[in-house]
């Protein structure tokens, strides 16, 4: 009978231990339960006792949890149309709190959509494009002005502001709300910015017809350019060609007159010879190899073939 008491108290006590006793880890906090209330404070990681049958132990995320939301269409202030993706860092600051108000972490998600897409509509509408791309100490064409003006209206450039400062807004304009679900949000950033489909594709052919328009005044520069450097080769060509030809004209009137000069020399030294010289060259120019010179004995050219006999 004894021995039947004991075993019973054994099982009692390892079925207690098992149901009473648990262990939260490192990246875990909890709270522990009584018939769905929470009871005592937030658990801390270690080991922990409880009430078996009675007390039930819910156990939350410690580290920093995303939250992705879904893109959204809106429209800048300045009348874009655009999609922004994006996403946020949170962690449970206050598990008891958590519990009571969301309880899950899908419920905690559900209460972020709308908190930080009603702050991101609210951010983006408010703004510029030119705002929302652009950070503190970018500097585009335009904007660098004292005033320019967007959709008719004038802007200085003083009143711009960088996508950090507006994601740091958001921010702040969010973890006000957050608190009271005991959600501590630690960061929100665009992942992405896009035009809608349609403005898109007016975007990509303005962006071609710029880039044509800058293609075409490249090519008419080219075109210029190549004109101008083919007409001043041509007159330089001329140039050259030019005072190649006075310089061959002076250079054969030069040899003519050598030429005449030598001429007349060898005349007046014997002008006998000189002459006979002269028709024998005629003979040689005038006389082909195959051809025939018929001329009469008197004829004053057949003079030094006739002496010759």
């Known amino acids: 009978m004894k021995k039947s008491i004991f075993i019973i108290l054994i099982i009692a006590i390892i079925v207690i231990a098992r149901g009473g006793f648990y262990v939260i880890n490192e990246a875990e906090q909890g709270i522990v339960t009584q018939f769905g209330k929470p009871v005592g404070d937030v658990i801390n990681p270690g080991l922990n006792f409880k009430l078996p049958f009675v007390q039930k132990v819910t156990r939350f995320e410690r580290r920093i949890l995303k939250w992705d939301g879904d893109p959204n269409q809106i429209p800048t202030k300045d009348k ?12 449970i600051a206050d598990p008891l709190l958590f519990y009571k ?9 559900s209460r972020l959509d709308d908190i930080i897409d009603s702050v991101v509509r609210d951010a983006v509408s408010g703004r510029l494009l030119v705002e929302l791309v652009r950070g503190s100490d ?6 660098d002005e004292e005033k320019f003006e967007v959709e008719g209206v004038e802007i200085a450039k003083e009143d711009l502001v960088g996508r950090e400062e507006i994601l740091a807004g958001m921010l702040e304009k969010a973890r006000a709300s957050t608190p009271e679900y005991g959600i501590e949000l630690l960061d929100i950033q665009i992942k992405r910015i896009n035009y809608v489909e349609q403005v898109r594709t007016r975007v990509y052919e303005r962006m071609i017809n710029e880039r044509k328009k800058v293609a075409a005044e490249y090519r008419s ?13 041509g007159r330089t060509l001329k140039e050259i060609s030019s005072e190649a030809y006075r310089k061959v ?13 030598i001429y007349a020399e060898a005349y007046n030294q014997d002008k006998e010879f000189y002459s006979f010289l002269r028709t024998l060259e005629s003979y040689k120019k005038g006389i082909s190899e195959n051809g025939r010179l018929i ?12 002496d010759a006999k």
């Open 101 to 109: 108000t969301v309880a899950t972490e899908r419920g905690a998600q």
């Open 249 to 261: 004209l002076e250079i054969r009137g030069s040899a003519d007159a050598e030429a005449a000069a």
């Open 138 to 143: 970018y500097r585009a064409e335009g904007v």
């Open 295 to 306: 001329i009469s004995t008197d004829y004053d050219y057949y003079r030094y073939m006739k």
């Open 80 to 91: 874009r149309f655009i999609w922004v993706d994006t996403t946020a860092r949170w962690r």
């Open 221 to 233: 520069e080219g075109e210029g350019e190549q004109a101008e450097i083919l007409g001043e080769m």
